[in-house]
């Protein structure tokens, strides 16, 4: 099975413009999380959509979006970039359901580096 | 909020030493999970665990629910488990989900 990808890998943008990343799951996975990596705050958890709704967002501006496709891919974007909004994201798929209290093992993709000059 | 903290945040250890992380947090969770990632990037799940205890090869992880603590333990450490590893915490409820991250633990072993 394909493991989670993510495009692009890299990219490079200036302040002020906006962009837009992609995240495909391991098939059969529904639920697909996004995440933002700084060195300064660590790992955080930006949202996570499940059957293209948004279930759940961090505490992070309305800058920052999202949104689900019928086939669980998933984008994310930015708007308005910021130089603080350089980082790694990260998305996770995983076989949470929709009523599920359980927990389910996360599958990570590669990560794109954003970096905004 | 949950409060997840880590430690130690830097470790060097010999190859073949027996090597403990330990991770904090600070209200109920649904399950916990130990991540390790490697230069580059990229995050891989060790375990996920709500109870009790797990091994998988060199790798041990346990998890005290009343008193909120989690270990990760490597036996036998070898210069590949280099990478920083990383405990997650999740909180499940009423149809949402969140993961909140400790800061990681550094993790260098030397041959």
């Known amino acids: 099975k394909a493991g989670v990808t993510q495009t692009p890998r890299y990219l490079i943008k200036t302040r002020g413009q906006q962009v837009t990343l992609s995240c495909s799951p391991i098939?059969?996975?529904?639920?697909v999380s996004w995440y933002q990596q700084t060195p300064g705050q660590g790992l955080q958890f930006l949202f996570e959509y499940f059957s293209e709704t948004q279930r759940n967002k961090g505490n992070f501006p309305g800058r920052f979006s999202g949104r689900q496709f019928s086939n669980s891919r998933s984008e994310m974007n930015v708007s308005t970039l910021e130089l603080g909004d350089s980082a790694l994201y990260l998305c996770?798929?995983?076989?949470?359901?929709?009523?599920?209290?359980?927990?389910?093992?996360?599958?990570f993709g590669p990560g794109t580096r954003l970096t905004v000059t | 909020k949950n409060e997840v903290e880590q430690s130690p945040q830097n470790l060097t250890a010999q190859e073949g030493e027996f090597i403990t992380i330990n991770c904090s947090y600070s209200?109920?969770?649904?399950?916990l999970h130990w991540l390790q990632q490697h230069p580059g990037g990229g995050i891989v799940s060790l375990f996920m665990l709500s109870s009790g205890k797990k091994k998988h090869g060199r790798l041990i992880a346990t998890i005290n629910i009343q008193e909120k603590h989690s270990s990760l333990h490597i036996t036998a450490s070898h210069p590949r488990d280099s990478a920083v590893y990383i405990c997650?915490?999740?909180?499940?409820?009423?149809?949402?989900?969140?993961?909140?991250f400790g800061k990681g633990t550094k993790l260098s072993v030397i041959p």
């Open positions: 098939s059969g996975h529904r639920s």
């Open positions: 997650a915490v999740a909180y499940s409820g009423a149809g949402s989900y969140q993961l909140t």
């Open positions: 996770a798929s995983s076989l949470r359901t929709r009523y599920s209290g359980i927990d389910y093992e996360q599958y």
């Open positions: 209200v109920g969770i649904s399950a």
